[in-house]
């Protein structure tokens, strides 16, 4: 059988990205362009800025995914792209430029949902994982835990009910002035610090076990640093860090495991930028083995916005016989499961 080429693109948020994904697993370029320097002047993502750097690197991106993939643009059986959810401005970008390749050279166009992205990006390195599984996907602006029934079968069963645990990180981050993305600093400052050393609350939603719910805890540790300052205490960052940290994976932890045995799946993968952090991983990967669960995890570089994930996702899609028209438009607020 002839190898199935995909072009990813993704501008959902701060990254222009572009990929080459061979068979939907084998990825022959992923090259990403971050703006997470020009945002850490303003200490976070501006759209306006975001939607306009992205204009200027998205031709660039894409030509140098096809030269180190080695594979000419006209080899390739379709586009992937990101089409939400997302930043509006920065989505249609990728958008634009997926459907005017589409129309310029015949290519099929495959719209693709950031999420399934991120949860496809464990489809890369782990050559055995096919569904069922039960994913936990933590990013910037997504916490959401998902039954993966088949390829393309997402169930969601849980979800953040205010920020997303990669804001959580972000604001606490602010807060204790290690400036943005603050998912990095914390996991690294963390690791110098004492999770037991100050007691933030693990939140439990009422009724509805796999939910999640961060702002408290933000809202913990922002009290916690407004007492010390009142009181004309020192405040330890990295045991702030650190206890932080743990509050967020014991019930990252607690509600994953919970939803893999209730399911009765064998497998559990986690995916988004959070999913990178060092703690979480470890603490993960112990849970799962005591529960004779296997753990699957994307590296960092797949974990992060990328356009491989994207185009994996869009080879699941493109072997379904799933094409999008030219009227495909970014959706910013696009759910899961959604078409
Ligand atoms: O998936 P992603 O690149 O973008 C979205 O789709 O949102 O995720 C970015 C988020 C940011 O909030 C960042 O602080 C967080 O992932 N992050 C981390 C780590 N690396 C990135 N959070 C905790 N620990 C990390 N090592
Ligand atoms: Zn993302």
Do not use: W
Not at 246 to 253: E, H, N, P, Q
Not at 282 to 304: D, H, M, N, Q
Not at 314 to 330: C, M, P, R, T, V
């Amino acid at each position: 059988m002839e190898d199935i080429m995909i072009l990813g693109i993704e501008s959902s948020c701060d990254e222009t990205a572009a990929a080459v994904v061979k068979n939907g697993r084998e990825v022959l370029s992923n090259v990403i362009s971050s703006q997470i320097a020009l945002h850490t002047l303003y200490g976070g993502v501006v759209p306006e800025i975001a939607s306009r750097k992205h204009i200027e690197k998205i031709n660039q991106v894409i030509e140098t995914a096809l030269l180190e993939a080695e594979v000419p643009l006209e080899r390739m059986d379709a586009i992937a792209v990101t089409y939400g959810p997302g930043l509006v401005g920065a989505l249609l970008v990728g958008v634009s430029e997926a459907k005017a390749i589409s129309f310029a050279t015949g290519i099929p166009l495959v719209g693709v949902h950031h999420i399934e992205g991120h949860i496809c990006a464990n489809y890369i390195e782990n050559k055995d994982l096919e569904p069922p599984f039960i994913c936990l996907v933590v990013s910037g602006g997504h916490s959401h835990l998902v039954a993966v029934k088949d390829y393309g079968v997402y169930e969601i069963i849980g979800r953040t009910r205010d920020d997303a645990a990669g804001e959580a990180f972000d604001k606490v981050a602010r807060a204790i002035g290690l400036g943005y993305p603050g998912g990095p600093k914390i996991d690294k400052l963390s690791r110098e610090g004492n999770p037991e050393a100050i007691s933030f609350p693990r939140a439990k939603v009422q009724e509805s076990e796999y939910d999640f719910s961060f702002s408290g805890l933000k809202s913990a540790v922002l009290n916690y640093l407004n007492g010390c300052k009142m009181k004309g205490e020192r405040v330890c960052a990295a045991d702030v860090a650190a206890s932080f940290q743990k509050a967020v994976i014991d019930v990252l932890v607690e509600h994953s495991l919970h939803a893999v045995k209730e399911f009765g799946y064998e497998k559990f993968a986690i995916a988004g930028g959070v999913a990178s952090n060092s703690s979480l991983r470890e603490a993960l990967a112990g849970r799962c083995a005591r529960e004779g669960v296997r753990f699957y995890y994307p590296s960092p570089v797949f974990c992060t916005d990328n356009a491989a994930m994207i185009g994996t996702a869009g080879y699941y899609e493109f072997i379904k016989g799933a094409k999008s028209g030219y009227d495909l438009n970014a959706v910013p607020n696009l759910k899961l499961g959604e078409r």
